[in-house]
């Protein structure tokens, strides 16, 4: 099977303009980590799309593609994706980029390794997301439209882009003087209590209505200058994991048409896991996957999962990711 796997920031996205050094560094360590589990694999052949100012910087056995600043990506990628049996890509959800990626790769009739177009434009969309993760009793941290909300000066809140990746476009209100100038206009925001607890995600994967967990991950922020910077996950920390499973079961549910790998962002509030947000694409926490868990997830991802499938980790440790 030829693979085109295609990460945005290294392999092209940028090509034309200064890389956003954060998202270049989580990018990079996510391409790294996908293509040493398809060098695990037999009988694929994965064409790598790659920003030549990442040439030697990403270590694999397969063909590249380089990127250089006088081409244009999106048509370098519609190329190569015309030639490939199946696309993987990975890219951040804000401004409608993912799910342009994945609406390209299915309207050329190829294999989607990664949630569909619609399932991306469902959860890049906060809003959406919280509305129908409400809808089937999903508990979820209280949220409104900033355009519906006002705000009387009093407690802590977060502002959040609706299609913000990561801590992209959030914004901690503590005080009335810390409302923020927006760059967008206020339709385009949510606003959310800025709950205390540990921040959690979930690695899993998803097919046919049901969710299978992978593991359960802690994230570590330093807030500077009001926003949150992700410096650190614990991959794996949690091996008692009976109720984050109960509630990935619930979003499954929720999102029957959710397939593939996908990250789900919580908090453990004093009320217990409140899902923040959906994201239909490799997270940074795949990075450490197989060497906490032994399991291989493009393996899982191209062979498909079915109703009788079952996922077992062949080891258990925790590995930390130091961003």
Request: proline share 4%; glycine share 6%.
């Amino acid at each position: 099977m030829k693979i085109l796997v295609f990460e945005y920031i290294t392999g092209g996205g940028f090509n034309n303009e200064a890389l956003p050094d954060a998202l270049a560094r989580e990018g990079q360590l996510m391409l790294q980590a996908l293509l040493d589990d398809l060098a695990r694999l037999a009988n694929i052949q994965p064409i790598v799309m790659l920003d030549e100012r990442f040439t030697g910087r990403i270590k694999h056995p397969f063909a590249t593609v380089t990127v250089s600043p006088q081409q244009d990506y999106q048509a370098v990628f519609l190329q190569e994706v015309s030639q490939c049996a199946a696309v993987w890509p990975i890219a951040p959800e804000f401004d409608g980029i993912l799910e342009t990626l994945c609406r390209d790769v299915e309207q050329l009739g190829k294999r989607l390794l990664t949630p569909s177009a619609a399932v991306v434009a469902l959860t890049a969309d906060k809003w959406q997301t919280y509305q129908r993760l409400t809808d089937f009793a999903v508990p979820t941290v209280a949220t409104q439209r900033l355009d519906h909300c006002h705000y009387n000066g009093s407690g802590e809140w977060m502002v959040k882009a609706i299609d913000g990746a990561g801590c992209r476009d959030s914004y901690l209100i503590k005080q009335r003087q810390d409302w923020p100038v927006l760059d967008k206009p206020n339709d385009q925001y949510i606003i959310q209590p800025h709950l205390s607890g540990d921040k959690i995600s979930l690695s899993a994967l998803f097919a046919h209505g049901r969710g299978y967990l992978l593991c359960v991950n802690r994230q570590y922020f330093q807030l500077i200058d009001q926003y949150y910077h992700l410096t650190r996950i614990d991959v794996n920390y949690c091996q008692n994991a009976t109720s984050h499973q109960a509630l990935l079961d619930k979003i499954a549910h929720a999102m029957p048409e959710l397939s593939g790998y996908a990250g789900v962002d919580l908090i453990a509030s004093q009320d217990g896991l409140l899902v923040l947000e959906i994201n239909p694409r490799l997270t940074t926490s795949y990075v450490g996957i197989y060497n906490a868990t032994g399991i291989n997830v493009a393996e899982q991802v191209i062979n498909g999962l079915d109703a009788t499938h079952s996922i077992q980790a062949t080891r258990q440790k925790t590995v930390t990711i130091n961003l």
